[in-house]
């Protein structure tokens, strides 16, 4: 159990519908990463934030967004699903100083039907 | 940019059978190098990981050198069983700094027969 909790583990709905990805990071850890990994693609880095705020970008849709809250959990909300969004989203977090390693949680499969 | 090249997969082993996974890189100054693991239907779980040229990481009976010369991680153990069989990430972040993303490499699948 790395401690990096994500809800839910699998989550199936049409085009066109809206869905939030919840992360819990390991306790104490400020910094959390979304990544996307789908069978063309590989992994993906999405986004970062630390604390709260947003600290790096990658390959994220326009029709993506995410946020940490005050409590450090973080959400990744996907809009105007199509096909090719279906994939398994991971979250990780790290203590975000210094060199540290990040912890990956289960993932959440998306399936867009 | 930074980038992580992984051999092409899937890799079939029989049990006991030596294993090797070659990653190489490219990165601005030296960074830090993981091999996660990926089970099936699960996340992704650090393996090893080295911090500078000529570190060795270690666990679980796998093993990878920086070779600064070369460029390269590459991912070895000696005699793999059937529970090892997983998808192996190679993946590089620059030091230093807590905001560095990982940039991982394709994957290798591993299957190990018995």
């Known amino acids: 159990d790395s401690g990096v909790t994500q809800t839910p583990k699998h989550l199936i709905t049409a085009t066109g519908q809206r869905v939030t990805l919840r992360c819990s990071p390991r306790?104490?850890?400020?910094?959390v990463y979304w990544y996307q990994q789908s069978l063309d693609q590989g992994l993906q880095f999405l986004i970062q934030?630390?604390?709260?705020?947003?600290?790096a970008k990658g390959n994220i849709l326009e029709r993506f967004s995410a946020q940490q809250f005050p409590d450090l959990h973080s959400e990744l909300n996907l809009s105007s699903l199509e096909l090719g969004d279906s994939a398994l989203y991971f979250c990780?977090?790290?203590?975000?100083?210094?060199?540290?390693?990040?912890?990956f949680g289960q993932g959440t499969r998306l399936t867009v039907v | 940019g930074n980038s992580v090249t992984q051999m092409e997969g899937p890799v079939t082993l029989s049990e006991e059978a030596f294993l090797t996974i070659n990653c190489t890189y490219t990165?601005?100054?030296?960074?830090?190098l993981f091999w996660y693991v990926q089970y099936p239907g699960e996340g992704l779980q650090l393996l090893l990981k080295?911090?500078?040229?000529?570190d060795k990481g270690s666990n679980k009976g796998f093993e990878a050198t920086y070779r600064k010369e070369t460029t390269s991680f590459h991912l070895e153990k000696g005699s793999v069983q059937v529970s090892d069989s997983a998808v192996y990430f190679c993946?590089?972040?620059?030091?230093?700094?807590?905001?560095?993303?990982?940039?991982f490499g394709t994957g290798t699948r591993l299957l190990v027969s018995p």
């Open positions: 934030y630390y604390n709260g705020e947003e600290r």
């Open positions: 990165a601005t100054g030296y960074p830090s």
């Open positions: 306790s104490g850890d400020l910094s």
């Open positions: 993946a590089l972040r620059r030091k230093n700094t807590g905001f560095q993303k990982l940039v």
């Open positions: 990780a977090s790290s203590s975000g100083t210094g060199d540290t390693e990040a912890f």
């Open positions: 080295a911090t500078k040229a000529d």
